[in-house]
């Protein structure tokens, strides 16, 4: 059940083809929207490799009120596992620059998933350092 969770909410964070509500990513956001992309992508595929150089050594995963999953006990899944699914759109996105740091909210209307994800941006590369989902009822 967790592994549903957690492929529904990374298919939220994979939006480049969905029609999106709300505030629309501005020009400069292109960039953190490729990583975020192929993010997912390495989820999905069960590319451990792609996955931990996106991912800052400290990135967590929270999923509803579970314990909390580390890049390591991530790639581990992912290693165990191998490729599955594919994500599906997002129907509601808005990001929030804060410096080199950016905030990614959203829904996936088909999962039912709202979910946040917490990026920065150093030596001009973005990583991903948390993800926090929550389904609906």
Not at 8 to 13: G, K, Q, T, Y
Not at 52 to 74: C, H, R, Y
Not at 78 to 101: A, F, K, L, M, T
Request: charged residues 20%; glycine residues 6%.
């Amino acid at each position: 059940m967790r592994l549903v969770i957690i492929l529904s909410i990374l298919s939220l964070a994979c939006s480049m083809q969905a029609q999106v509500v709300g505030k629309a990513a501005a020009p400069d956001d292109a960039d953190l929207k490729s990583v975020e992309q192929k993010w997912v992508n390495a989820y999905y595929s069960g590319d451990d490799k792609t996955l931990s150089l996106i991912e800052a050594d400290d990135f967590k995963a929270i999923a509803n009120n579970e314990k909390p999953q580390t890049k390591a006990e991530q790639i581990a899944v992912v290693q165990g596992r191998g490729p599955v699914g594919v994500p599906s759109p997002n129907v509601e996105e808005e990001i929030r620059h804060y410096g080199d740091v950016a905030v990614i909210t959203g829904l996936n209307e088909s999962s039912n998933v709202r979910f946040t994800t917490v990026w920065f941006k150093r030596s001009g590369q973005w990583k991903i350092v948390h993800l926090h989902y929550s389904t609906g009822n």
